[in-house]
């Protein structure tokens, strides 16, 4: 079974300053991470993703995050935060291999951004 | 090319009604997954299906249901509508089961009065 915990409910960070969100998993067998954006009223849409290979991912809108699989982790950074970042974040795990499907979501986290 | 599209975009029921709602997959994608996502929470998994048949369900109960079709359009449906089904249903396709990413539509917005 997987689960996600994101800490922390509502970040708000200064225009300019940098973005750190936090996700921590827990899979019993390697798994996929994904970090999803949500604007209001709107679907998800994907912002990077971890499968295999380079533990250091870069997505779109200058978002990266790193995989570390001894802290059980995969934290959201971007190094100067736009006003246009204001949204709710997700994490997503999914287990590693052919039969996986489900995606399993932490609770997001909305990210306010101080002009 | 068009993204996954939902409808319809916002529907009011009452209780003890039900519901369907539709999704049409990306060009191409032959996995179509339901999830629903109570305000202030993440999106929960309740269905995928893949070339027609149902490979996955979530924890939800017999009154959600449902269905692929040849094109590889999707239909969920909700019987007996309670208060607590109100909710974005989200609908996501990808390629095929197991590949990812899934790219999501923008949902549909159910309210139960």
């Known amino acids: 079974a997987q689960s996600v915990t994101q800490l922390g409910s509502h970040v708000s960070v200064s225009e300019g300053a940098l973005v750190l969100l936090r996700c921590n998993y827990s899979s019993s067998v390697p798994p996929y991470l994904f970090w999803y954006v949500q604007y209001p009223n709107q679907g998800l849409q994907l912002l990077l993703k971890?499968?295999?290979?380079a533990t250091l991912v870069k997505g779109i809108n200058g978002f990266e995050a790193e995989f570390k699989k001894s802290e059980t982790s995969f934290h959201l950074t971007k190094p100067s935060a736009h006003m246009s970042d204001a949204a709710e974040y997700f994490c997503a795990v999914t287990p590693w291999g052919a039969g996986s499907y489900q995606l399993t979501f932490g609770k997001g986290t909305k990210l306010s951004v101080i002009p | 090319d068009a993204g996954v599209t939902q409808s319809p975009t916002h529907l009011i029921k009452t209780r003890g009604q039900h519901v369907t709602l539709r999704c049409s997959p990306i060009s191409g994608h032959k996995s179509v997954s339901w999830y629903q996502q109570v305000l202030g929470q993440g999106p929960q998994f309740i269905f995928q299906y893949y070339e027609k048949e149902e490979r996955g369900r979530g924890n939800f109960p017999d009154r959600f249901s449902a269905r692929q079709f040849p094109n590889y359009s999707s239909e969920l449906n909700v019987n007996a509508l309670l208060l607590g089904d109100s909710a974005l249903y989200l609908c996501a396709s990808s390629l095929r089961q197991g590949y990812q990413p899934q790219h999501f539509g923008d949902g549909t917005r159910l309210s139960i009065l």
């Open positions: 971890y499968t295999t290979g």
